[in-house]
Each structure stands twice: as structure tokens, then as C-alpha cells.
């Protein structure tokens, strides 16, 4: 996904004028060509996350369109405030795009870990969140929203489905239709839960945008009354939200995805996930419990 | 009763109607405030997309009134908008909401956030070629906060010389955190920088005027909090009170 962030922001600068692109000193040689072609829009702005959050929104007031680049945690914990308030708050539009979500920087410990971003973020009104299965996924996205006046997320995974999943822009998509439960796979989990229900009786959604939330298609999805929402970040972080639009039925909830506790163990993602449950296996596991309950 | 003194009793039976404000912060910053919308964003940006516009970041937001009251003497907010000042309806808040008032820049209030948008706000006019000049006011207690100092960093090594930042220097801070010499750390940064007394409209206007090419400018404005009524100067049990009736009569009979 990073190499095709780096072709898609060259290709943004190119058609425009309008678009800047700022890093956290991170990506800077991924995004070499851009900085030869377009000097005077391309900033390696340094290691002060929460200014360069609030330099970009000033851009934003002069008519510009800034895209943010970090590692997650800098830019959505640290600069928080920065996004909620200088964009949010004043309702301009930029992007910010991460990589290091989760657990994908597993052996460098939990101060590069970023379960909690999606949460924080669905706490800013209006704010769009990308959570792209794909660089092709994360490329659609980009070309159709970064130009909008939103604050919008794009947070990339080192995790990547097989195929992409392109359909109608922010829309979620019926992968497989059951009649015991719904499951619900969020970004980069897509492969893990298709392997998880082969053979089993239930419906798959797949979500590559968390905010707008597409309720429509769950509520037209959810004739058995159980969900399973499977997610790439803190679980039950998708649940307040989804229970909102499922307020009028009466629906079992259950999610997986990262245990909220810090994670002191390095290694790699893969063994985490092992851990946590977060494997074809355990998925299964879950969805047996659930259809048995 | 002079034009500076009309506007400090607004400020007042303001912040006495709502029973909210800044009132000493406010007037610390009302003469440079009234220099600069009188000459250097004389018909305010307004969110302009006039590439020759400068522009104005009351990166202090808290000290709003005084906005407020320049804005009023401009006919850009009416009397009757003046003195809803924080009331439910209102327009007008306790801190600046670029949406809802012509002539804020920027929302600010939590402190910190106004000079980093003035820097981003500086190379989107350069980007754009706009002759425009951005001016961010910040407090000295702002200054305590990193990203000020992130800010610091950032201006003069992009070479702003279209940003200038003036700081209302009224020793807020000092019960705190002492801040030293500001003009001392603003050049180490590598800003061009003079001292005045923010008071004196005379000096004020000759330092909004200074530029130096491909260099960021601050003016560290030495000021008096409560400045121009005199049982509010320098008396911190005004911070963030608001006069009652009987004080607010006292008050508007105890200006300069």
C-alpha cells in the first residue's frame, strides 16, 4: 500500500495545483520522484506531528489541500487534538494517511502499536476513515475523496486481502449470503474470515470505509439476528456505532479483533494474531460458538 | 471619552451582560489589535481568497472581546451581536468560531494552534504567490506550549518572511513558568525580532510594518494585563471574572 501511496500522491500533485503533501519525516524516499517534481508542494516538515497538523490546516484556510504522512500513533494519538479541532472543528478539508496500523510494527513494541486509532477517530463528526483491504482498494478511495472539503483517514495496513473489492465508492459490499449469522470483515481481515466460514452457513459483509457507515446494507443483511463483526483494530470498537443503526431488533453482538491491553511481546504481527484469536481457526471457533449459542 | 476607551467599556458591559470573559487578556491586546485591523487588515481577509489580503490569527483566543470590540468598531459585528457576547444564541463565544463570524481566521481557544496554521497559512500565499502578510498574536503563557516552539523551528527555516508573530508578552506566564527573554530565544530560532512597549500605537504600527526578506519577524510587545482600566491592571483576581453590575458602573468610571 505505501508504494501505491507514493504513485497515487505523485499522480494528485500532478493534476493539482491545489494538493500539498507533508511528511513526518517518514516515506521520504518513497515519495522521491514527487519531491524532484514538485518542490515547492512537497515538505519533509520533521518530527512535530501536532505542528504539522496545524500548518497543514492552515494551507487548508489558503486554499490548499494538504495530505499528512506518518506512523499512526504520532499522527492520531499524539496530534489528536490538532485533527479534531484545526480540521474537524473548522470543518476544513485535508487527508491524513498512516501506516503502522495495529500491530504491523509488532517487534518494535507497543509505542509504535495503534489499535486505538479507528476509535479515536469516529469521535470527530464528519470525519471520513478508509480502511482499505488493498492498494488498489486504498487507490480508489484516494482518487475519489482526497479532493473533498472532509477531514479524511486513510490508514494502511502492512496486511493485504488477495483481491480488492471495488464497487460503489464508501459503500459496503455482500461477499457471501447465509442464513445463520452475519459477519462483518473490516479492511485487511477480509481474507482471514472467507477462510474462516468456508463451508458455513452465513452472510459476509465487507466494510473498506468505517465512517459514513453503510446501515443500509447491514439492516437489508441481517435476517439471522447474530453478527459477528471481525476488525483490524480494537474490538468492539465498530459495535456502539453499528448498534445504533440495529436499535429496533433484537441482535446478538459479538466482535474480534484486538484485545484491548498494551501487547509487551515483539515478534511478529502473525504471532499476535495467533494469539488473539485472530486466525481462520479462531474466527471459526467463534462462529460455531455463536451459531451454537 | 476617547475611541480606546469606548471600546475598553464595551468590553466591559460585555463581559458583564454574559458573565463570561477574558476581560484583562482582551485588554492587554486592544491597542495592537486596533493598529492592526486599522491599517494592516484594514477590510479584514474574512476567509478572502484575495491573494493580496494579509491576514489576522488571534492565536489567544480567550482574549476573543477584544476582537470582538475592534470588529464592532469597524461595523463588521453590530452593537446588538457585541453584547450577546456568550449568550446561547450568540455568534460571538468566549472563543473566536471561524464559522459563524466574518473576520475570525481561525478557531481558536485551545492554546498552541494558532502559529502552526499562520506558518501553513504563510506557504499556502507563498504557494500561491499572494503578496499577503499573515499576523498570528500569541499569549506568553501560550508560549509554554511545544508546538510554539515547534513553530519557532518551522517559520525560519521554510523563510517566512511573509509571517510575523507578535507576542503579547503581559506576564501571564510568570506565576508559572518563567519564559526569560522571549526576544533572546526568538532570534537563537533565527526569527528577526524587536522589542516595544504594546501599548504605544506609534511603535506598534512601525514593527507590523517591519519585513526581511526570506525571514519570519517577531515583535515581542511588552504589555499590562487589565491595561487602561486601572483597578484591573496587573491584578489577577480579574483573570477570568466578569464584572456584576455595581463593579461594572466602578470600572467604567476607573479608565485611563
Given at each position: 500500500m505505501r508504494k501505491e501511496f507514493a504513485t497515487i500522491m505523485e499522480s494528485e500533485l500532478s493534476l493539482n495545483p491545489a494538493s500539498t503533501l507533508l511528511l513526518g519525516d517518514i516515506g521520504v524516499f518513497g515519495h522521491r520522484e514527487s519531491f524532484k517534481k514538485f518542490p515547492n508542494r512537497?515538505?519533509?516538515?520533521?518530527?512535530l506531528e501536532q505542528s504539522m497538523v496545524s500548518l497543514a490546516a492552515g494551507m487548508a484556510m489558503g486554499g490548499l489541500k494538504p495530505t499528512i504522512h506518518t506512523i499512526a500513533p504520532f499522527l492520531i494519538e499524539r496530534a489528536f487534538e490538532q485533527i479534531k479541532i484545526d480540521f474537524g472543528y473548522q470543518s476544513l478539508g485535508g487527508n491524513i494517511v498512516t501506516v503502522g496500523?495495529?500491530?504491523?510494527?509488532?517487534?518494535?513494541?507497543?509505542?509504535?502499536?495503534?489499535?486505538?486509532d479507528v476509535g479515536m477517530m469516529?469521535?470527530?463528526?464528519g470525519a471520513e476513515i478508509f480502511v482499505p483491504g488493498t492498494a488498489a482498494e486504498f487507490s480508489d478511495q484516494f482518487s475519489q475523496s482526497s479532493r473533498n472539503e472532509k477531514i479524511s483517514y486513510f490508514r494502511l495496513s502492512e496486511k493485504s486481502n488477495k483481491k480488492s473489492n471495488i464497487t460503489s465508492f464508501q459503500n459496503g459490499t455482500v461477499v457471501k449470503k447465509g442464513k445463520k449469522l452475519t459477519v462483518i470483515a473490516i479492511g485487511p481481515m477480509l481474507d482471514i474470515v472467507l477462510a474462516a466460514t468456508e463451508n458455513l452457513d452465513v452472510t459476509i459483509l465487507y466494510y473498506n470505509c468505517v465512517s459514513p457507515f453503510d446501515s443500509e446494507l447491514l439492516r437489508k443483511n441481517m435476517e439471522s439476528g447474530n453478527l459477528l463483526i471481525v476488525e483490524p483494530f480494537y474490538e468492539n470498537t465498530m459495535a456502539p456505532l453499528i448498534q445504533k443503526h440495529l436499535s429496533d431488533r433484537r441482535v446478538m453482538t459479538c466482535s474480534k479483533g484486538i484485545?484491548?491491553?498494551?501487547?509487551?511481546k515483539y515478534g511478529k504481527t502473525d504471532e499476535h494474531y495467533e494469539e488473539f484469536g485472530l486466525t481462520s481457526h479462531g474466527i471459526r471457533n467463534e462462529i460455531q460458538r455463536m451459531m451454537s449459542a | 471619552m476617547t475611541t480606546l476607551n469606548k471600546l475598553r467599556s464595551n468590553i466591559l458591559k460585555a463581559a458583564s451582560m454574559s458573565g463570561e470573559g477574558h476581560v484583562p487578556s482582551a485588554l492587554s491586546i486592544l491597542d495592537i489589535l486596533y493598529v492592526i485591523y486599522d491599517e494592516f487588515v484594514p477590510n479584514g481577509a474574512f476567509h478572502s481568497t484575495d491573494n493580496l489580503d494579509n491576514r489576522f490569527i488571534l492565536s489567544k483566543g480567550h482574549a476573543s472581546l477584544a476582537l470582538y470590540a475592534v470588529l464592532n468598531h469597524h461595523g463588521k459585528i453590530s452593537d446588538e451581536e457585541l453584547f450577546s457576547f456568550?449568550?446561547?444564541?450568540?455568534?460571538?463565544?468566549g472563543h473566536p468560531d471561524r464559522n459563524k463570524i466574518a473576520g475570525v481566521e481561525s478557531s481558536t481557544g485551545s492554546l498552541g494552534h494558532g502559529l502552526p496554521q499562520g506558518i501553513g497559512l504563510a506557504m499556502a500565499l507563498r504557494i500561491k504567490e499572494s503578496l499577503g502578510h499573515i499576523y498570528v498574536l500569541i499569549g506568553d503563557g501560550e508560549a509554554n506550549e511545544g508546538t510554539i516552539w515547534e513553530s519557532a523551528l518551522l517559520a525560519p527555516h521554510h523563510k517566512l518572511g511573509n509571517l510575523t508573530c507578535i507576542v503579547d508578552n503581559n506576564l501571564s506566564s510568570e506565576r508559572a513558568l518563567s519564559m526569560g527573554k522571549f526576544s533572546e530565544k526568538f532570534a537563537a530560532f533565527g526569527w528577526k525580532t524587536i522589542e516595544i512597549d504594546g501599548h504605544d500605537h506609534i511603535a506598534i504600527r512601525d514593527a507590523l510594518k517591519m519585513r526581511e526578506s526570506g525571514r519570519p519577524i517577531a515583535i515581542i510587545a511588552n504589555t499590562v494585563k487589565g491595561y487602561g482600566v486601572l483597578s484591573m491592571e496587573s491584578n489577577p483576581e480579574w483573570h477570568h471574572r466578569s464584572p456584576n453590575p455595581d463593579e461594572l458602573q466602578f470600572l467604567l468610571g476607573d479608565m485611563r
Amino acid at each position: 500500500m505505501r508504494k501505491e501511496f507514493a504513485t497515487i500522491m505523485e499522480s494528485e500533485l500532478s493534476l493539482n495545483p491545489a494538493s500539498t503533501l507533508l511528511l513526518g519525516d517518514i516515506g521520504v524516499f518513497g515519495h522521491r520522484e514527487s519531491f524532484k517534481k514538485f518542490p515547492n508542494r512537497v515538505f519533509n516538515i520533521g518530527i512535530l506531528e501536532q505542528s504539522m497538523v496545524s500548518l497543514a490546516a492552515g494551507m487548508a484556510m489558503g486554499g490548499l489541500k494538504p495530505t499528512i504522512h506518518t506512523i499512526a500513533p504520532f499522527l492520531i494519538e499524539r496530534a489528536f487534538e490538532q485533527i479534531k479541532i484545526d480540521f474537524g472543528y473548522q470543518s476544513l478539508g485535508g487527508n491524513i494517511v498512516t501506516v503502522g496500523a495495529s500491530l504491523d510494527y509488532a517487534a518494535l513494541g507497543a509505542t509504535h502499536h495503534c489499535p486505538g486509532d479507528v476509535g479515536m477517530m469516529l469521535n470527530i463528526p464528519g470525519a471520513e476513515i478508509f480502511v482499505p483491504g488493498t492498494a488498489a482498494e486504498f487507490s480508489d478511495q484516494f482518487s475519489q475523496s482526497s479532493r473533498n472539503e472532509k477531514i479524511s483517514y486513510f490508514r494502511l495496513s502492512e496486511k493485504s486481502n488477495k483481491k480488492s473489492n471495488i464497487t460503489s465508492f464508501q459503500n459496503g459490499t455482500v461477499v457471501k449470503k447465509g442464513k445463520k449469522l452475519t459477519v462483518i470483515a473490516i479492511g485487511p481481515m477480509l481474507d482471514i474470515v472467507l477462510a474462516a466460514t468456508e463451508n458455513l452457513d452465513v452472510t459476509i459483509l465487507y466494510y473498506n470505509c468505517v465512517s459514513p457507515f453503510d446501515s443500509e446494507l447491514l439492516r437489508k443483511n441481517m435476517e439471522s439476528g447474530n453478527l459477528l463483526i471481525v476488525e483490524p483494530f480494537y474490538e468492539n470498537t465498530m459495535a456502539p456505532l453499528i448498534q445504533k443503526h440495529l436499535s429496533d431488533r433484537r441482535v446478538m453482538t459479538c466482535s474480534k479483533g484486538i484485545p484491548r491491553k498494551f501487547v509487551t511481546k515483539y515478534g511478529k504481527t502473525d504471532e499476535h494474531y495467533e494469539e488473539f484469536g485472530l486466525t481462520s481457526h479462531g474466527i471459526r471457533n467463534e462462529i460455531q460458538r455463536m451459531m451454537s449459542a | 471619552m476617547t475611541t480606546l476607551n469606548k471600546l475598553r467599556s464595551n468590553i466591559l458591559k460585555a463581559a458583564s451582560m454574559s458573565g463570561e470573559g477574558h476581560v484583562p487578556s482582551a485588554l492587554s491586546i486592544l491597542d495592537i489589535l486596533y493598529v492592526i485591523y486599522d491599517e494592516f487588515v484594514p477590510n479584514g481577509a474574512f476567509h478572502s481568497t484575495d491573494n493580496l489580503d494579509n491576514r489576522f490569527i488571534l492565536s489567544k483566543g480567550h482574549a476573543s472581546l477584544a476582537l470582538y470590540a475592534v470588529l464592532n468598531h469597524h461595523g463588521k459585528i453590530s452593537d446588538e451581536e457585541l453584547f450577546s457576547f456568550a449568550m446561547y444564541e450568540s455568534n460571538l463565544g468566549g472563543h473566536p468560531d471561524r464559522n459563524k463570524i466574518a473576520g475570525v481566521e481561525s478557531s481558536t481557544g485551545s492554546l498552541g494552534h494558532g502559529l502552526p496554521q499562520g506558518i501553513g497559512l504563510a506557504m499556502a500565499l507563498r504557494i500561491k504567490e499572494s503578496l499577503g502578510h499573515i499576523y498570528v498574536l500569541i499569549g506568553d503563557g501560550e508560549a509554554n506550549e511545544g508546538t510554539i516552539w515547534e513553530s519557532a523551528l518551522l517559520a525560519p527555516h521554510h523563510k517566512l518572511g511573509n509571517l510575523t508573530c507578535i507576542v503579547d508578552n503581559n506576564l501571564s506566564s510568570e506565576r508559572a513558568l518563567s519564559m526569560g527573554k522571549f526576544s533572546e530565544k526568538f532570534a537563537a530560532f533565527g526569527w528577526k525580532t524587536i522589542e516595544i512597549d504594546g501599548h504605544d500605537h506609534i511603535a506598534i504600527r512601525d514593527a507590523l510594518k517591519m519585513r526581511e526578506s526570506g525571514r519570519p519577524i517577531a515583535i515581542i510587545a511588552n504589555t499590562v494585563k487589565g491595561y487602561g482600566v486601572l483597578s484591573m491592571e496587573s491584578n489577577p483576581e480579574w483573570h477570568h471574572r466578569s464584572p456584576n453590575p455595581d463593579e461594572l458602573q466602578f470600572l467604567l468610571g476607573d479608565m485611563r
